[in-house]
């Protein structure tokens, strides 16, 4: 059964710093490993799309990689801006058609 | 936006009771998947329907059921609600069901059900 952790539950930095989040996985048989982003109470906001090929994805600020070996994937974000302040969820796509889901980190950038 | 909506929005029902949530999948889509979040914790997954077939399934019991129609959207219901039910229910849909091709899973905004 495929579990996932992401570490730490919860980061607070001061606007500027880089973010790095982490995810972790048991089984590294996945096909691809997406980052979101949730706001409260809100849906989830696709970031990055890695497949199982590949090794990182990079948008604007944002860039994900993967290492399937160790079971890691993390995401980065430079430059923090209060707007970053949100929850960021990792989930893998496996067998099963499903999408499985760690806790998420909740991050605050303090202005 | 993504393109998904889910209706209504908020709603807050009584246990015991049925309910009926909505899914508009983004267009060209023909799999929709739902999910379960409670508070604080990630989505666990429901079901999933591809080509108004349900396409795979996680663990809830049988009084959460579900539908996809010709248009591809999709209704979940949940039976004989318990106070444990109460949480954001998403959906995702997508081009392709998860596990063929690289699918990316485009989320709806949720309904928060309350139960009380």
């Known amino acids: 059964k495929q579990e996932v952790t992401q570490i730490p539950a919860a980061l607070s930095v001061p606007e500027g710093e880089n973010l790095v989040l982490n995810c972790s996985f048991t089984?590294?048989?996945?096909?691809?490993l997406q980052w979101f982003r949730q706001d409260p109470g809100k849906g989830l906001t696709s970031l990055l799309l890695?497949?199982?090929?590949?090794r990182e994805q990079t948008s604007g600020r944002l860039n994900a990689s993967l290492d399937k070996s160790s079971g890691r994937s993390t995401l980065y974000i430079a430059a923090s801006q209060p707007g970053d302040s949100a929850t960021y969820l990792c989930?893998?796509?496996?067998?099963?058609?499903?999408?499985?889901f760690g806790g998420g980190t909740r991050v605050l950038v303090k202005p | 936006e993504t393109g998904v909506t889910q209706s209504p929005t908020h709603l807050i029902k009584t246990r015991g009771q049925q309910v009926t949530l909505r899914c508009s999948s983004q267009?060209?889509?023909?799999?929709v998947s739902w999910y379960q979040q409670a508070l604080g914790q990630g989505p666990q997954f429901i079901f999933q329907?591809?080509?108004?077939?349900?396409?795979g399934r996680g663990n809830f019991p049988p009084r959460f059921s579900g539908l996809q129609f010709p248009n591809y959207s999709s209704e979940l219901n949940v039976n004989a609600l318990e106070l444990d039910d109460s949480a954001l229910y998403l959906c995702?849909?997508?081009?392709?069901?998860?596990?063929?091709?690289?699918?990316?899973?485009?989320f709806g905004q949720g309904t928060r059900l309350t139960v009380v």
């Open positions: 995702a849909s997508s081009t392709n069901p998860h596990g063929l091709l690289n699918t990316e899973a485009f």
């Open positions: 089984d590294s048989a996945i096909y691809n």
């Open positions: 890695i497949q199982s090929s590949q």
């Open positions: 989930a893998l796509e496996a067998a099963g058609n499903k999408l499985t």
């Open positions: 267009s060209g889509h023909n799999t």
């Open positions: 329907y591809y080509r108004e077939e349900e396409n």
